[in-house]
C-alpha cells in the first residue's frame, strides 16, 4: 500500500497505514532474524545537509540489518551540492543508483522540493524547523508499546516548542488519536507555532512555561533541547538554555507510570541523574527508531508482506 511513496509530513500515512508500519516492527522485533535478506540487493541514499547521529545511524543500520547495503553523505561538501548542485538535481541523480532517500536538510520544505523531482521514495529526516515524520514514527511506536496505547493520555510537551521540529510533528500525528491532552510548556519566547495550535480542537490543549505546576498531571513528558542552531542571536539563545532542566527531584510529584521522552540529543534540559529513573525511555526510544525504520522501508519498497 505504500509502495513508491513519499514521508514528508507526519499525517502523510493513515493511521491504518501507520498502524501497518507498527505491526511490521513489532514483528521485526520479536523476530529479526527472519527479516536479515529482506532488503538483499536494494540500496538506500542517506542525503544528509545537516548533522546527525541517531537518525542517519539508526537509518543505516536498519537498511544493512535487512540486508540491503548503503551510499551518501553526511557532510555535503563533500559532494557537488558545494558545485552549487540544485536539491533536484541531486535528487535525480540519486535516483539513477538507489532505491529509496533519506534527506535531512537545514531549509523548510527542501524534502518536499525533491519528492517532486524524484523517481524513488523520499523519506524527510528532519528539515529546519519545520518537521521531522520519522522521529514521530519512533515516538508513536515507543508510546505505543510501553504504554499499551497511544490515545487516552495527558502528554507534556516541552522545551523549544517554537523552533523544535520533532515537538511539531508528534502534535500533528496525536492530534489524530482519541482523547489526547496537550500541554505545552515553553519560555513565552519558544511557544508552540499557531500552525500547529490551528489544528487542534478547543479545550484539547493548554500553554504554560512551568513544568512544575503540571507534572503531576502528565502520563508522558516530552522534553526537547532549546534548538542553538536556529536562533538569529546567540545572546538570546544563552538567555533561554538552561530555562528547563529536569531533576530527579523535579520528578517526585510525576506519576510512578509516567514515561519521560526526549528525541536527543540532549544538552542540559535532562539531568543524567533521571536516566536511572524507570520512567525515563529516552535510550529504548532510539532503539525503537531503528525497528521502526527498518519497517518503513519494507514497506516503501514494496516488501512489507515478508
Ligand atoms: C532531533 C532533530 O534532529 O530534530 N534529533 C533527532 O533526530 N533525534 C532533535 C534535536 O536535534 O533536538
Do not use: W
Not at 529482506?38 to 542525503?47: D, H, I, Q, V, Y
Not at 558545485?83 to 535531512?104: F, L, P, Q, W
Not at 514514527?137 to 508499546?145: E, F, P, Q
Not at 502520563?219 to 529536569?246: A, C, S, V
Amino acid at each position: 500500500m505504500l509502495k513508491d511513496r513519499h514521508l514528508i509530513e507526519s499525517n502523510d500515512f493513515t493511521l491504518v497505514e501507520q498502524e501497518e508500519i507498527f505491526e511490521l516492527a513489532d514483528q521485526i522485533i520479536a523476530d529479526q532474524d527472519k527479516f536479515l535478506d529482506a532488503c538483499r540487493g536494494k540500496l538506500l541514499a542517506t542525503l544528509f545537509y545537516e548533522p546527525s547521529t541517531r537518525t542517519r545511524f539508526s537509518f543505516e543500520a536498519a537498511m544493512l540489518r535487512l540486508g540491503g547495503q548503503i551510499v551518501g553523505f553526511s557532510e555535503p561538501k563533500s559532494s557537488s551540492v558545494s558545485k552549487g548542485e540544485s536539491t533536484a538535481d541531486t535528487i535525480r541523480t540519486i535516483g539513477c543508483y538507489a532505491d529509496v532517500a533519506v534527506m535531512r536538510h537545514p531549509k523548510e520544505g527542501a524534502p518536499r522540493l525533491a519528492s517532486k523531482a524524484s523517481t524513488i521514495p523520499v523519506i524527510n529526516a528532519g528539515d529546519g524547523g519545520h518537521q521531522h515524520p520519522t522521529q514521530t514514527l519512533t515516538d508513536l511506536l515507543t508510546i505505543r508499546s510501553l504504554k499499551k496505547e497511544i490515545g487516552n493520555q495527558t502528554i507534556g510537551v516541552c522545551g523549544d516548542l517554537k523552533f523544535g521540529r520533532t515537538a511539531h510533528s508528534l502534535v500533528k500525528a496525536l492530534a489524530k488519536y482519541d482523547n489526547v491532552h496537550f500541554i505545552f510548556i515553553s519560555p513565552p519566547e519558544l511557544t508552540i507555532p499557531s500552525y500547529i495550535l490551528d489544528d487542534l480542537a478547543e479545550g484539547t490543549y493548554e500553554l504554560t512555561k512551568s513544568l512544575d505546576d503540571v507534572m503531576d498531571r502528565l502520563d508522558t513528558l516530552y522534553m526537547t533541547r532549546i534548538q542553538k542552531e536556529r536562533f538569529f542571536n546567540e545572546e538570546e539563545y544563552l538567555r533561554l538554555k538552561g530555562y528547563y532542566i529536569l531533576t530527579e527531584e523535579k520528578l517526585e510529584n510525576a506519576k510512578d507510570d509516567m514515561i519521560i521522552m526526549h528525541p536527543l540529543p540532549r544538552v542540559d534540559e535532562i539531568c543524567s541523574n533521571v536516566d536511572s529513573d524507570p520512567r525515563a525511555v529516552y535510550f529504548d526510544q532510539a532503539k525503537y527508531g531503528m525497528y521502526v525504520r527498518m519497517a518503513l522501508i519494507l514497506k516503501l519498497l514494496g516488501l512489507g508482506g515478508i
